[in-house]
């Protein structure tokens, strides 16, 4: 349904200066289609199904394409893994049409592109204010649900509001929370809300 959106928004607003050639639900068909259209410009969503938008570029070795993530994750892990992945800009999806638009041109351009709080995770990271590695060794120890999970604890969601948002049980949300606890070596919500906001993770 957003692809939808996002293919009816470019015709529309970017007509004569955007052209779709593919679209794609997973990694598999977004490496395929990378290769069978050698499209300018991709737009990732970063947390693509089968790997994510990292895996893409990963899988896409040598193509000429520029990437573009395209995300509801501001969260400073995602955009500075999908930067050192090699994308070329990061937006979010608050993002409106015609600033897509000239993103994807900026981005086809060689230039790069990032909603402005965006940037300055790129800048921290670079400038060794965020510690990068730290952040990602701790993450790693987590599942990818479990992060979604942490994200929207240390957001101050409560058990239910977390429940309802990721489709899951409460009671499954109280084992991911327990398994984040464990694994970050935290005792308390407020712990890992500290945790969180000191890596730029919310």
């Known amino acids: 349904m957003f692809r939808s959106g996002v293919r009816a928004e470019l015709t529309s607003v970017g007509a004569g200066q955007v052209e779709v050639v593919a679209e794609a639900a997973d990694v598999d068909e977004a490496v395929a289609a990378v290769a069978t259209h050698e499209p300018e410009v991709v737009l990732l969503d970063v947390h693509l199904p089968g790997g994510g938008g990292v895996e893409v570029m990963r899988r896409s070795p040598g193509t000429p394409a520029r990437f573009l993530a395209l995300s509801v994750s501001d969260a400073a892990e995602d955009v500075i893994g999908t930067i050192r992945g090699g994308a070329r800009g990061y937006v979010t999806k608050t993002i409106t049409g015609p600033e897509l638009v000239a993103a994807i041109r900026r981005v086809s351009e060689g230039d790069a592109v990032f909603s402005p709080r965006l940037a300055g995770f790129v800048l921290d990271a670079f400038a060794g204010s965020i510690d990068v590695a730290a952040v990602d060794e701790d993450l790693d120890r987590l599942t990818e649900r479990e992060r979604e ?20 049980s409460i009671k499954t949300v109280e084992t991911h929370m327990s398994s984040v606890l464990r694994k970050l070596q935290l005792s308390s919500r407020h712990e890992l809300t500290r945790w969180a906001n000191d890596r730029r993770l919310l």
């Not at 999970?149 to 899951?168: C, D, P």
């Open 149 to 168: 999970v942490m994200r929207l604890i240390a957001r101050g969601y409560a058990y239910k509001e977390v429940a309802k948002e990721l489709f899951i």
